[in-house]
């Protein structure tokens, strides 16, 4: 069964510190894994993909994510936080299904709060 | 290209009240989605389509319907509008990516917000 935890709901840094947003998943195969943002009343973007290449995936706005198939994890990290990445992040596990479709699982999200 | 579209972009219903949310895309992307989102829920598959003329349900289906009759258009209909049907919708789509192909990311629509009362 495909399953996405993020591990904590809510997550408050100061700007120019570090971000750890934590994802865990769980798939009877191997997945593709995202993360999506999602700034107030808005519709979701893509961050960043990992397709089974690089275990270490660069996004955008300096957010890059470490694929960790012994710890079935996939956090998401930003060296240096700024006030624009408050938001909403959404780590997705995505598989195939035994009709031949993507069977695709978001997280319950994880809000980011950044402190001036 | 304008990507995914929906509309309305608000909407408040009356208790058995029927809508329609229209999606539409212009990546000529086969498989589309409809997710509603729940604050603390992340987002839930109400229904989805691999293609024109194919649709299936997803993991919250009960009290909506769909049809997909062209590759662009995914129309969402709620028939009998019920107070647990507010919620923030949104339309997604994706290319297909051949057989066996499950990275490729959705792109999703700016949401339709539906209060029922």
């Known amino acids: 069964a495909q399953s996405v935890t993020q591990l904590d709901s809510h997550v408050s840094v100061s700007e120019g510190t570090p971000v750890l947003l934590r994802c865990n998943y769980s798939?009877?195969?191997?997945?593709?894994l995202f993360w999506y943002v999602q700034h107030p009343n808005k519709g979701l973007q893509l961050l960043l993909k990992?397709?089974?290449?690089?275990?270490l995936v660069k996004g955008i706005n300096g957010f890059e994510a470490e694929f960790k198939k012994s710890e079935t994890s996939f956090h998401l990290t930003k060296p240096s936080a700024h006030m624009s990445d408050a938001a909403e992040y959404f780590c997705?596990?995505?598989?195939?299904?035994?009709?031949?479709?993507?069977?695709?699982?978001f997280g319950t999200g994880t809000k980011l709060q950044v402190i001036p | 290209n304008a990507g995914v579209t929906q509309t309305p972009k608000f909407r408040i219903l009356k208790i058995g009240q029927s809508m329609t949310l229209q999606c539409t895309q212009d990546?000529?992307?086969?498989?589309m989605y409809w997710y509603r989102q729940d604050p603390g829920m992340g987002l839930k598959l109400i229904y989805y389509?691999?293609?024109?003329?194919?649709?299936d349900k997803g993991e919250v289906p009960n009290g909506y319907n769909v049809s997909r009759s062209t590759t662009e258009d995914f129309p969402l209909r709620l028939e009998l509008a019920a107070p647990s049907q507010t919620s923030v919708y949104f339309c997604?789509?994706?290319?297909?990516?051949?057989?066996?192909?499950?990275?490729?990311?959705?792109?999703f629509g700016p949401g339709t917000r539906l209060t029922v009362t």
């Open positions: 997604a789509s994706r290319s297909t990516g051949g057989a066996g192909k499950y990275n490729y990311e959705q792109y």
């Open positions: 798939s009877s195969y191997s997945p593709s």
């Open positions: 990992y397709t089974s290449a690089a275990t």
């Open positions: 997705v596990v995505s598989e195939g299904n035994s009709g031949g479709y993507q069977k695709v699982t």
């Open positions: 990546m000529n992307h086969n498989y």
């Open positions: 389509s691999v293609g024109a003329g194919i649709t």
